[in-house]
């Protein structure tokens, strides 16, 4: 039969009913918070500026 656990304390939540429940009814404080929003302000310049790059050649091009 395999083993299913991992390296020395670094168990597998699946291998038996009782440690499945247990990580499946932890407190929801113990995850990660949600990434903040900076990511996804740069994201959003960065699109707005290759938008105005591209209408800028455009309009170049068609003077």
Do not use: C, Y
Not at 5 to 24: L, S
Not at 48 to 54: G, H, L, M
Request: hydrophobic share 50%; net charge positive.
């Amino acid at each position: 039969m395999a083993n299913t656990q991992g390296p020395q304390g670094n168990h597998d939540p699946a291998g038996n009913t009782q440690m499945f429940r247990a990580f499946v009814d932890e407190p929801q404080g113990r995850q990660q918070a949600a990434p903040s929003s900076g990511p996804r302000v740069g994201v959003i310049v960065g699109v707005i500026v290759a938008v105005a790059v591209v209408v800028a050649v455009a309009w170049l091009a068609l003077k």
